[in-house]
C-alpha cells in the first residue's frame, strides 16, 4: 500500500532554513509527480510546491524564490528546501501523490517564531 511519512520540521526562527523529507513506499516512485502542502490553523489546505517525474517545478507564489523542491529516485524521496523562513511560514506540511487517488502523509510540523 501507498506510504509517505514526512520528517525534518521543527521551530526555527525568522529567517532560517529547515529541510522536509518525505519517504514514500508502495508505488513507482519514478512515475509520479509529487507534492507538498501546507495548512495553517484555521486555513484550508494549500499546495506549495510540485515537481513532476521528470523534474519540474511550480510553486505557490508565496514561497518562490525561498522554497525548493527536489526528489531522489533511487531513494523514494522527495525534499522541501525552506529558506528565509517567515512566521506566516508556520503549518502542518504534508506530502501528497495523486495516484488514482489522493494519498497522505501525516503531517510534519514547522513553527517559524522568534
Known amino acids: 500500500q501507498v506510504q509517505l511519512v514526512e520528517s525534518g520540521g521543527g521551530l526555527v526562527q525568522p529567517g532560517g532554513s529547515l529541510r522536509l523529507s518525505c519517504a514514500a513506499s508502495?508505488?513507482?516512485?519514478?512515475?509520479?509527480?509529487m507534492n507538498w502542502y501546507r495548512q495553517a490553523p484555521g486555513k484550508q489546505r494549500e499546495l506549495v510546491a510540485k515537481i513532476t517525474p521528470s523534474g519540474g517545478t511550480n510553486y505557490a507564489d508565496s514561497v518562490k524564490g525561498r522554497f525548493t523542491i527536489s526528489r531522489d529516485n533511487a531513494k523514494n524521496t522527495v525534499y522541501l528546501q525552506m529558506n528565509s523562513l517567515k512566521p506566516e511560514d508556520t503549518a502542518v506540511y504534508y506530502c501528497n501523490v495523486r495516484r488514482f487517488d489522493d494519498y497522505w502523509g501525516q503531517g510534519t510540523q514547522v513553527t517559524v517564531s522568534s
Open positions: 508502495g508505488f513507482t516512485f519514478s512515475l509520479w509527480a
